[in-house]
Antibody
């Protein structure tokens, strides 16, 4: 079965960077795009962007453009999300989610990674 | 980032029917992009509930149904059960800014 397992919780200081991993199993990693979505405490889901896991092409939400980078390690079937210049407003749970293609739904989600930004 | 608008909360007694609206615009739902729905139980990751406006993934009971018209979509839950108490989000695609995914504001369903 499809599984997305994310790395553990992180605590960072303002101005630092964080890198979250998402290891996929149960399907061919490079055939499906990987999206990243975040959810601040008590808030709605917020789409961050996606990466074509086959060719590495990325699409970032304008909200995060310039501060976020998606990468992937194909042999390891792992996607990564790095967010820089963190502020307290970046405190949130970050999810990876498998896409089915452009405009199509996110059909499997990781368990989430809590990133806390605090001085 | 544009968003889709949902009511903050809806409630109903066990066995009743509730509906959740999702209002978009001419650049997303009104542009004929599909609407998908997710359910998020407390403390867990979202899970796909309805895709392509009306379709249920395997394992989702037929108590859940979706519809779409114009710039809006709706999720209906019939025969409301205690385990349906969760947050529900709609999601679509928006053609502005070279294309992006947009989520609804979220609706908390409470079973009375």
């Amino acid at each position: 079965q499809v599984q997305l397992v994310q790395s553990g919780a992180e605590v960072k200081k303002p101005g630092a960077s964080v890198k979250v991993s998402c290891k996929a199993s149960g399907y061919t990693f490079t055939r499906y795009p990987m999206h990243w979505v975040r959810q601040a405490p008590g808030q709605r889901l917020e789409w961050m962007g996606w990466i074509n896991t086959g060719n590495g092409i990325t699409k970032y939400s304008q909200t995060f453009q310039g501060r976020v980078t998606f990468t992937r390690d194909m042999p390891a079937s792992t996607a990564y999300m790095e967010l820089t210049n963190l502020t307290s407003e970046d405190t949130a749970v970050y999810y990876c989610a498998r896409g089915r293609g452009l405009e199509l739904p996110l059909d499997n989600w990781g368990q989430g990674t809590l990133v806390t930004v605090s001085s | 980032q544009s968003v889709l608008t949902q009511p903050p909360s809806v409630s109903g007694a066990p066995g009743q029917r509730v509906t959740i609206s999702c209002t978009g615009s001419s650049s997303n739902i009104g542009a004929h992009f599909d609407v998908h729905w997710y359910r998020q139980l407390p403390g867990t990751a979202p899970k796909l509930l309805i895709y392509g406006n009306t379709n249920r993934p395997a394992g989702v009971p037929d108590r859940f149904s979706g519809s779409k018209s114009g710039t809006s979509a709706s999720l209906a839950i019939t025969g409301l059960q205690a385990e349906d108490e969760a947050d529900y989000y709609c999601q679509s695609y928006d053609s502005r800014l070279s294309g992006s995914y947009v989520f609804g504001t979220g609706t908390k369903v409470t079973v009375l």
